[in-house]
């Protein structure tokens, strides 16, 4: 069965870093998004992503997040100045023509 | 307000036992609800309803929902300890992105 990949796994980083999140999402899926759960909360939606640009965007998508597919198969998220509030569990997911919702099994990002 | 909130949040049943998880949502811009369950990491698919009162099924579990009280259950029988995860709901609105509920912890003692 196709799956989203997502790389690394877990991330620790310091305060003020970048950070890059990677996400091969599956093959013929249009549609791609970034969700992060902090720990012991919800499920958020951060942006979604379609024909290479930026359908939409939630409030916590500031300007320090950005997104990009650079070679059309990856797919990016980058945090350019990383918090303290940062710290959360980052899923990427696909989606195609018909609903057909695929989570990656998400990169833990530790921002210390 | 988008919201989405299910209940109970925490839930502690015996093998063999049958629960029902509940999800209420709000109207706006309503397309369609999911349910997911999250044992270690990603959510995992188990249910789309778009129309109500048709019960989806899938072996032990089945969910249905009510567009008119605006809620959705997950039922699921026979629990086995395999069953203890998170359960998420969630409704999408018309960009198609996935609003979550607070979800219900189930722990399913042998």
């Known amino acids: 069965e196709p799956e989203v990949t997502q790389t690394p796994s877990h991330q620790v980083t310091q305060m003020g870093q970048e950070v890059i999140l990677r996400c091969v999402p599956i093959s013929n899926h249009l549609y791609f998004y970034w969700y992060r759960q902090i720990l012991g909360q919800k499920v958020e939606f951060l942006v979604s992503?379609?024909?290479?640009?930026?359908?939409?965007k939630s409030e916590i998508f500031d300007d320090q997040f950005s997104v990009e597919r650079p070679d059309g198969s990856n797919f990016t998220l980058k945090i350019r100045s990383t918090k303290l509030e940062d710290s959360a569990m980052y899923f990427c997911?696909?989606?195609?023509?018909?609903?057909?919702?695929?989570f990656g099994s998400g990169t833990r990002l530790t921002v210390v | 307000e988008d919201k989405v909130v299910q209940s109970p949040l925490s839930l502690v049943v015996h093998e063999g036992d049958t629960v029902t998880l509940n999800c209420s949502y709000e109207v706006t811009n309503f397309r369609s609800l999911l349910w997911y369950k999250q044992e270690k990491k990603a959510p995992t698919f188990l249910f789309m309803l778009t129309s109500s009162g048709i019960e989806k099924k899938s072996g032990r579990l089945s969910s249905i929902l009510d567009k008119k009280e605006l809620f959705s259950i997950l039922n699921i029988t026979a629990t086995q300890t395999g069953d203890s995860a998170v359960y998420l709901c969630a409704r999408t609105d018309s960009s198609y992105k996935l609003i979550f509920g607070s979800g219900t912890r189930l722990l399913v003692r042998p």
């Open positions: 997911a696909s989606r195609g023509e018909a609903y057909g919702y695929t």
């Open positions: 992503f379609y024909n290479n640009e930026i359908s939409e």
